[in-house]
């Protein structure tokens, strides 16, 4: 049996397949491997960015594994440090990761892209969270992630009624980036890729550290916990050769040299 997760590095990009046809649904198994994934992408100094996809162009994924739930797999099972799909809840992930949504993304599965930093889709691709009309809710961020991406009665419908969202609405949205041909898709992922590769890694780095802390706070809170010193990417990009690399290559008119400290 082939492995449910496929990986491979392009130009300092790791790729992440999920291949579990026919619906790339997630189990237990499932979560952990991708977890183990973006871990890979986390500890690898090599690494810089991660896409994160679906095998075939019919499924991105269709959420969590009905069939497992079947044979007794819980609900509420333990889907390892990442949480669910890997991503969910993997917080310290410090690597910005790319969504390359190739078709439905049902329920855990718009909750993955939901994780990711940036969405790219298909323009077949559909969106949903249909949880409710099979008696649960999204928790694996759906719910808590959704309302702060589309304006509340929008996601608040789809979120009670479970209705699919087309690529181009949720682009009209801003809750994806980027709307391309199905044959498009890699390649677009893959070129934001390496544009944020062409940013300080150090920089990255804070700027996802800094997302996270104060995604809850106002902006005097935010303000607050900048200048207290507790951010330690963010404090590590003050003091960076690369903080000093980046005005020199500017007024140099060169390309930087990125060093990552």
């Not at 439905?104 to 949903?128: K, P, S, T």
């Not at 391309?180 to 996802?208: N, T, Y």
Request: glycine share 10%; net charge negative; proline share 6%.
């Amino acid at each position: 049996m082939s492995p449910p997760v496929r990986t491979e590095v392009v130009d300092g990009v790791l790729v992440v397949t999920l291949d579990r046809p026919p619906a790339n649904a997630v189990d237990v198994a499932t979560s952990q491997a991708l977890y183990a994934a973006f871990r890979r992408l986390q500890d690898d100094p090599r690494l810089r960015v991660g896409i994160v996809t679906g095998a075939g162009d019919r499924f991105f994924c269709a959420g969590w594994d009905l069939k497992a739930a079947a044979a007794g797999e819980a609900v509420d099972a333990d889907h390892g440090p990442g949480g669910f799909a890997g991503l969910t809840e993997y917080f310290e992930l410090r690597k910005p990761v790319i969504a390359a949504v190739n078709g439905l993304a049902i329920g855990g599965g718009f909750e993955l892209a939901l994780a990711a930093d940036l969405i790219v889709a298909a323009d077949h691709a559909e969106l949903a969270l249909p949880e409710a009309r099979l008696g649960m809710v999204p928790d694996s961020g759906g719910v808590l992630r959704l309302p702060r991406m589309l304006p509340t009665a929008v996601a608040t419908e789809m979120l009670l009624t479970g209705r699919s969202m087309a690529a181009a609405e949720a682009h009209r949205w801003g809750l994806v980036t980027a709307v391309v041909q199905r044959e498009q898709l890699a390649d677009r992922a893959m070129a934001l890729a390496q544009r944020i590769r062409e940013s300080a890694p150090l920089a990255v780095a804070a700027v996802k550290e800094i997302g996270t802390a104060t995604a809850s706070m106002s902006v005097t809170d935010g303000y607050a916990l900048l200048r207290s010193g507790e951010l330690a990417e963010y404090q590590a990009m003050l003091s960076s050769e690369d903080a000093a690399e980046g005005p020199r290559a500017f007024a140099e008119r060169r390309p930087p040299t990125w060093k990552g400290r």
